[in-house]
């Protein structure tokens, strides 16, 4: 029952902005930590940021300083804001959270993904 769904991809110019936005659904989403993955063709999946139910962020120095990672609890929404892109970040983005079940265990959760590509 629980579902992702990605949107705000598309086609941008180096330097140019995008937003990502997460639609999550079927959980409890603000006990949930969430994030977000990328993955180009032929590459290793690299995450990118991850936010915890808390609200504390990270993200690895390829990013940092131009992607920023944020929630809206009382929407179920996830965010990823993108400034000042470059050819190398194109790649499939993935949305993820992972839902805590107790004595049942962890499930991690993934959205379909969604193309970005940066070209002039």
């Known amino acids: 029952q629980v579902q992702l769904v990605e949107s705000g991809g598309g086609l941008v110019q180096p330097g140019g902005s995008l937003t990502l936005s997460c639609a999550v659904s079927?959980?409890?989403?603000?006990?949930?930590?969430a994030g977000w993955y990328r993955q180009a063709p032929g590459r290793q999946r690299e995450l990118i940021a991850s936010i915890s139910s808390g609200g504390t962020t990270n993200s690895p120095d390829s990013v940092k300083g131009r992607f920023t990672i944020s929630r809206d609890n009382a929407k179920d929404m996830l965010y990823l804001q993108m400034n000042n892109l470059k050819p190398e970040d194109t790649a499939v983005y993935y949305c993820?959270?992972?839902?805590?079940?107790?004595?049942?265990?962890?499930?991690?959760?993934w959205g379909q993904g969604t193309q970005v590509t940066v070209s002039s």
């Open positions: 993820y959270t992972q839902e805590d079940n107790g004595r049942w265990g962890k499930f991690d959760y």
């Open positions: 079927g959980t409890i989403f603000d006990r949930n930590p």
